[in-house]
């Protein structure tokens, strides 16, 4: 069983910062890609950013050059550095692994955490 667990939500004035952090953990045998996603409410998800094993980085267009996706292979762990918070980043934020374990390829996700930027 795989677990995703994600921390480092909160509330934050504009233009404030915040570190998202997202730990994998259980029978993981190779991890492809990680992500952040987020959703807002009345909204879809979407993508945020996301890295690959090889750390290529991709970033939705509304948060290039203020957000920064970055992982630690060591720890199955990704990190979204998020600066110059807007209102409109308020959402709340689920991590995604797309990876194998010992027997199976599966996309999982994350229980969601909460970012709330105030005007």
């Known amino acids: 069983q795989v677990q995703l667990v994600e921390s480092g939500g909160g509330l934050v004035q504009a233009g404030g910062s915040l570190r998202l952090s997202c730990a994998a953990s259980g029978s993981i045998a190779s991890i492809n890609a990680m992500a952040w996603y987020r959703q807002a409410p009345g909204k879809q998800r979407e993508l945020v950013a996301r890295?690959?094993?090889?750390?290529?980085?991709t970033y939705a267009d509304s948060v290039k050059g203020r957000f920064t996706i970055s992982s630690d292979n060591a720890k199955n762990t990704v990190y979204l550095q998020m600066n110059s918070l807007n209102p409109e980043d308020s959402a709340v934020y689920f991590c995604n692994a797309q990876l194998w374990t010992a027997v199976t390829w599966g996309d999982y996700w994350g229980q969601g955490t909460q970012v709330t930027v105030s005007s």
């Open positions: 890295i690959s094993s090889g750390a290529r980085t």
